[in-house]
C-alpha cells in the first residue's frame, strides 16, 4: 500500500470512526437500545473498510488464512446486520409485510452466503462475496426507497446512504482484489463509504431524535398535552391530516384507533389526582410502544387518545393492532395513592378500530367520531376492542370481526361478550 492510499483510507476511516465515537458518547450520556444499534453500525463499517481497504494488515501482521475468510464474509455480514437493523428503524413489520419479509430474508441469508462462498474454488470467494454483498445492498435501496414511497419522512435519507454503499461495497472489494484501481478512484470510493456511513447515521440519529421527542417533550410547549407530553388540540389535528393525506397518496390498508378510558372517577377515589396522571402517562407510554414512533398518537381530550396507523400489512391486522393494544393497556399500573402509597388501579378502558381502505375518503372528524363509537361499545366486551364487521355492518369485538385468515400459533380461547 502506498502513503497516498493510506492517508486516503486512513482519513475514510477517521470520518467513520467520529461518527462512531460521537454516538457511543451519546449512548454513555443517556443508554437506549437504539442508540446501541448505531454505535453497533458505524463500528460494523469501520471494521468492514478496515479490512477491505488492506489497512489492517498495515496495521499490523496478520494470519493469511484469516485475511481471507475476514474479507469474504466482511460484506455479507455488513449488509445482513444493516438489513436486520433497517427492518426495526422503518418499523417494517407493522407497517409492510413485503418490506418486512425481505429484509428479514436478507438479514439471514447473506452471512450463510458469505460462509459458502469460502467453500468456492481458489480466486473466487472474493467476487462472489462482493457480487453476494451488492445484490443485498441492492435490495436494501430499493426497499428503502419503497418506504419512502409509503410516507416515511426518514427514509429518502436512508435510501441515499444505501444508494453510496453500492459504490462503496464494489470499489472496497475491487481494492481486496488488488485490481487496477488509481489513487483517484480510491479517493471517490473512500468518499462514498463516508457518506454512507454519515447518511445512515444521520437517519438513524433522527429517528431516535424522534422517539426521545415523544417520549420527553417539553410539557410547557404549546399545544401538547401538560400531563402525557402528547400532541394535543390543533397540533394533533394537523399530524393527523397530514398522516391522512400520506396515506391516501401511498393507498395503502391504514387504521385509525381511538382508546377511551372510563371510570376514572373511580381511580381519582383511589389515589387523588395526582394518582390519574400517573396512570395517563403509563397509558400514554404503553400505547405509544405498541404504535410505534411513526404512527401520530395524540390526547383527543382529557379521557381519549387517538392515533393514525399510516400502513398495515392487510385488514387481519387490525385484529392483532386492537387486542394487544387492549390488552396492554389494561394491565395493572402502580400508582401513588392519596395517602403517599402505591397502589394498584387497573384502567378500564375501550379500543375502537377504524379500517381505512385505499379508496376512503371520509373527512378526519368523521373516523375519529367513528373510533370512538367503536370505542365506547368495546367497553361490553371481552377483549375491550371493537371494529365494524365488513361483512355484517354490525359493531363486533376485533377478535369475531371478518377481517382475513388468522395466524395461528396454537390454540387460543374464545373471546365472547363479557
Not at 39 to 58: K, N, P, R
Not at 68 to 74: E, F, G, M, N
Not at 109 to 129: F, H, I
Amino acid at each position: 500500500m502506498s502513503a497516498q492510499e493510506l492517508i486516503i483510507w486512513s482519513l475514510a476511516l477517521g470520518a467513520i470512526a467520529a461518527m462512531a465515537v460521537t454516538r457511543a458518547v451519546e449512548l454513555t450520556a443517556s443508554p437506549s437500545h437504539s442508540r446501541l444499534q448505531g454505535v453497533a453500525y458505524h463500528l460494523t463499517v469501520f471494521v468492514f473498510v478496515l479490512i477491505e481497504s488492506g489497512l489492517a494488515a498495515q496495521w499490523g501482521p496478520m494470519n493469511p488464512r484469516l485475511m481471507l475468510p475476514a474479507q469474504v464474509l466482511a460484506g455479507p455480514v455488513l449488509v445482513g446486520l444493516s438489513n436486520f437493523w433497517i427492518r426495526g428503524w422503518l418499523y417494517a413489520a407493522q407497517r409492510d409485510r413485503l418490506t418486512s419479509a425481505f429484509l428479514r430474508a436478507t438479514a439471514l441469508a447473506l452471512p450463510v452466503g458469505g460462509l459458502a462462498c469460502l467453500a468456492l474454488a481458489p480466486g473466487q470467494p472474493l467476487p462472489a462475496a462482493a457480487l453476494l454483498s451488492l445484490a443485498g445492498g441492492t435490495v436494501t435501496c430499493w426497499l428503502t426507497v419503497r418506504a419512502a414511497l409509503l410516507g416515511d419522512r426518514l427514509a429518502p435519507i436512508m435510501a441515499a446512504g444505501c444508494l453510496f454503499t453500492l459504490p462503496a461495497i464494489a470499489g472496497l472489494y475491487a481494492v481486496a482484489l488488488h485490481l487496477p484501481l488509481d489513487p483517484g478512484w480510491q479517493i471517490v470510493v473512500a468518499i462514498c463509504a463516508a457518506l454512507s456511513n454519515g447518511l445512515t447515521g444521520f437517519a438513524l440519529w433522527r429517528r431516535d431524535l424522534h422517539q426521545w421527542k415523544a417520549w420527553r417533550a417539553d410539557a410547557t410547549a404549546s399545544q401538547l398535552d401538560p400531563v402525557t407530553r402528547l400532541a394535543s388540540g390543533g397540533t394533533l389535528v394537523r399530524k393527523l391530516v397530514q398522516a391522512l393525506q400520506r396515506r391516501r397518496r401511498s393507498r395503502r390498508e391504514g387504521a385509525a384507533l381511538a382508546i377511551l378510558v372510563f371510570d376514572v372517577e373511580r381511580v381519582a377515589a383511589q389515589a387523588g389526582s395526582a394518582g390519574v396522571n400517573e396512570m395517563f402517562i403509563v397509558l400514554a407510554s404503553r400505547i405509544q410502544r405498541q404504535l410505534g414512533a411513526v404512527n401520530p398518537l395524540g390526547r383527543y381530550y382529557d379521557r381519549c387518545f387517538v392515533s393514525l396507523v399510516e400502513s398495515i400489512h392487510s385488514p387481519g391486522r387490525l385484529r392483532t393492532l386492537g387486542l394487544r393494544i387492549a390488552a396492554c393497556a389494561r394491565r395493572p399500573i402502580r400508582v401513588t395513592g392519596a395517602g403517599g402509597h402505591p397502589i394498584e388501579v387497573q384502567p378500564d378502558i375501550g379500543v375502537g378500530v377504524v379500517h381505512l381502505r385505499p379508496a376512503s375518503s371520509d373527512a378526519i372528524e368523521d373516523i375519529l367520531h367513528n373510533a370512538q363509537r367503536m370505542a365506547e361499545a368495546a367497553r361490553g366486551m371481552r377483549s375491550r376492542a371493537a371494529i365494524i364487521d365488513p361483512v355484517t355492518g354490525e359493531v363486533v369485538p376485533v377478535e369475531q370481526a371478518q377481517l382475513g385468515a388468522r395466524r395461528r400459533r396454537g390454540p387460543a380461547p374464545s373471546m365472547r361478550h363479557a
